[in-house]
């Protein structure tokens, strides 16, 4: 455990069924306006038992009024790194491609596939004269993933009404919504490799790569989608079902994790990977660069300045 300091050094971004982290103690909340809008809800920021902060954002709104393909994705990851945020946590409720990934149990993904319409927002290297590429390769944080799934699996085993299975290097579908998958699509993701399915981790995890933030997905399964002969596809019912247990649990985790993450990001030497990762992105030669363009950016990145 580290000395308390003022630093919001740790993001949690909560999903469906979670709407904040009151197991926490909340000291205020912050209003942050971006060059890309204001972020999905206001930014709670509690203490840790050591004292640190971490900040909460809720992906859909408190009461869950913002729809996957609508969530101000760019304000809300460059409000978390306007801040000072170095490494988010995110939770997602997702639907199983998998008979071994049961209603219940926690996921950590490692890769994705993107099957978005291009209706998102999910750059902010577009239309500002200055061009981009950042590495998407292993969409998550490794070093993050590696560091948050040993302590993951840890409170899970030990987890009130327990223990909660954990799968990892899973690869997560991300569908456009707000309709569910028909049958065809979710037996097409499965030939596909996938996994799990949610319609909101793009473009969150690459929005995290471009503003050099570490990003990790803490997955909740709610339902088995729509792949499975003999039973009903998914509703909202049914995935209401399990999201207020996934909730608690994923409050638990949290708990117990973001003390941690928040040592281990302010120790500096073990999430090497994306600090000044976007330097060598940028092909746009230097004196090319807009300037206006560069101010924007700034306020993720403060080597544009
Ligand atoms: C309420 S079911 C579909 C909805 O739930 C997931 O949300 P989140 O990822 O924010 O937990 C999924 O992505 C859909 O947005
Ligand atoms: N079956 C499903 N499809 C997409 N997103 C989901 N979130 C929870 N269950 C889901």
């Not at 949690?12 to 904040?20: F, P």
């Not at 709104?61 to 306007?82: D, F, T, Y």
């Not at 638990?252 to 030497?269: C, E, S």
Request: hydrophobic share 40%.
């Amino acid at each position: 455990m580290s000395s308390s300091s003022e630093k919001v050094l740790v993001g949690c971004i909560g999903g469906s069924g979670l709407y904040n982290l009151d197991n926490l103690t909340p000291v205020k909340t912050i209003e942050v306006d971006t060059p890309w809008g204001k972020p999905s809800s206001p930014i709670t920021i509690s203490t840790l038992p050591s004292g640190d902060q971490i900040a909460f954002i809720a992906r859909h709104g408190i009461g869950h009024h913002i729809s996957p393909s609508e969530v101000p994705a760019r304000a809300n990851i460059a409000a978390l790194k306007h801040i000072g945020v170095q490494a988010i946590v995110a939770f997602s409720a997702v639907g199983s491609l998998r008979e071994e990934i049961a209603p219940g149990d926690f996921i950590i993904p490692s890769q994705i596939i993107d099957r978005t319409k291009g209706i998102r927002q999910e750059t902010y290297f577009r239309g500002i004269g200055v061009v981009g590429h950042t590495m998407f390769g292993d969409p998550f944080s490794t070093q993050l993933n590696e560091f948050v799934s040993p302590r993951v699996e840890k409170i899970l085993s030990e987890i009130q009404g327990g223990p909660v299975k954990l799968h990892q290097n899973k690869t997560v579908v991300c569908m456009e919504g707000p309709a569910f998958s028909t049958r065809a699509e979710s037996l097409m993701y499965r030939l596909w490799g996938g996994d799990i399915i949610n319609m909101s981790v793009i473009p969150e995890a690459k929005l995290a790569k471009e503003a050099e933030i570490d990003y990790t997905l803490i997955c909740t399964s709610t339902d088995y989608d729509a792949w499975r002969t003999g039973f009903p596809p998914v509703t909202v019912e049914e995935v209401v079902k399990t999201l207020h247990t996934n909730a608690g649990n994923s409050k638990a985790v949290a708990a117990g994790l973001l003390q941690d993450v928040h040592d281990v990001v302010a120790a500096g030497n073990v999430l090497t990977e994306a600090k000044g990762s976007m330097r060598f992105s940028t092909i746009t030669s230097p004196d090319a660069q807009n300037e206006e363009g560069k101010k924007k950016l700034a306020f993720i990145l403060p080597y544009f300045s």
